[in-house]
C-alpha cells in the first residue's frame, strides 16, 4: 500500500484539510500519514474560530518516524501558519523525499482575492521557495497570483474573453514551470465557455 505524509491543519468544522485528505486518501487505497500544522476549531472562513499552532510538534513528528525508519511515496503539504512551519517542512522534504517520493504542494495563502490571517510577504517568499522543489501545486486563483507577482483586481477587471483569460494563465503558469513545479492546477476557475480548455 502506497504511504503519503500529509502536512496540514486540522479543522472542527470545516470539510477540508486533514479531515478530507486522510477520508480521500484512503477511500483510494493509499494510506495517509497525518502531520498537524494546527488544531483548529473551525477552519478559517468561519467568522471566529481558535487556532493552536503545532510547530513545535512537527520536528517530534519528523524525528519520531526517522527512528521508525519510515518511507514516504509522497508529500502533500497544505495550510502553514508561519514561516517556521515552511521551515520544518524543508526539514521534512530533506529527511523523507527520496528518488520516487511525490511532493505536491497546495500553497494556502488566500482566495477569492483576500489573503488569510496567517500570511505576510515573508510567508510568501517561503512559499515560492517551497514550490520551486514540487512536482506539482494545486493553487487557488488568489495563490496562483501572489505566486506568479500578478494583480488579482487587475486581471479579474482586465475584460478578456473567457479563452483570452486561460491563455493568460497558461502564459504565467509556463513562465512559472520554468524553475518550479512541474505541473499546476489551478482550482476554483469559474468561465461561461464550455469550450474553453
Not at 505524509?5 to 479543522?11: F, P, R
Not at 512551519?85 to 522534504?93: E, L, T, Y
Given at each position: 500500500m502506497k504511504k503519503i505524509?500529509?502536512?496540514?491543519?486540522?479543522?472542527g468544522l470545516g470539510?477540508?484539510?486533514l479531515t478530507a485528505a486522510i477520508s480521500v486518501l484512503s477511500s483510494m487505497g493509499v494510506h495517509p500519514c497525518p502531520l498537524p500544522t494546527a488544531i483548529l476549531t473551525a477552519q478559517t472562513e468561519y467568522p471566529s474560530y481558535y487556532?493552536?499552532?503545532?510547530?513545535?510538534?512537527?520536528?517530534i513528528y519528523r524525528s519520531e518516524w526517522l527512528k521508525l525508519d519510515q518511507h514516504f511515496d509522497g508529500i502533500y503539504t497544505g495550510y502553514v501558519a508561519s514561516v517556521s512551519?515552511?521551515?520544518?517542512?524543508?526539514?521534512?522534504?530533506d529527511t523523507f523525499k527520496e528518488p520516487g517520493t511525490f511532493l505536491l504542494v497546495d500553497p494556502v495563502m488566500g482566495d477569492d482575492g483576500q489573503t488569510y490571517d496567517m500570511y505576510t510577504s515573508e510567508l510568501l517568499e517561503q512559499m515560492k521557495q517551497l514550490v520551486l522543489r514540487a512536482d506539482i501545486i494545486t493553487p487557488n486563483l488568489t495563490e496562483f497570483c501572489l505566486l506568479t507577482d500578478t494583480?488579482?483586481?487587475?486581471?479579474?477587471?482586465s475584460g478578456l474573453s473567457d479563452k483570452e483569460?486561460?491563455?493568460?494563465?497558461?502564459?504565467?503558469?509556463?513562465?512559472l514551470c520554468q524553475s518550479?513545479?512541474?505541473?499546476?492546477?489551478?482550482?476554483?476557475?469559474?468561465?461561461?465557455?464550455?469550450?474553453?480548455t
Open positions: 505524509a500529509v502536512i496540514n491543519d486540522l479543522s470539510r477540508c484539510s487556532c493552536d499552532y503545532y510547530t513545535d510538534k512537527m520536528e512551519q515552511i521551515q520544518q517542512i524543508f526539514h521534512f522534504i494583480d488579482y483586481a487587475e486581471i479579474m477587471q483569460f486561460i491563455k493568460e494563465l497558461r502564459n504565467l503558469g509556463q513562465n518550479s513545479p512541474k505541473k499546476i492546477i489551478i482550482t476554483g476557475i469559474h468561465t461561461t465557455d464550455q469550450d474553453v
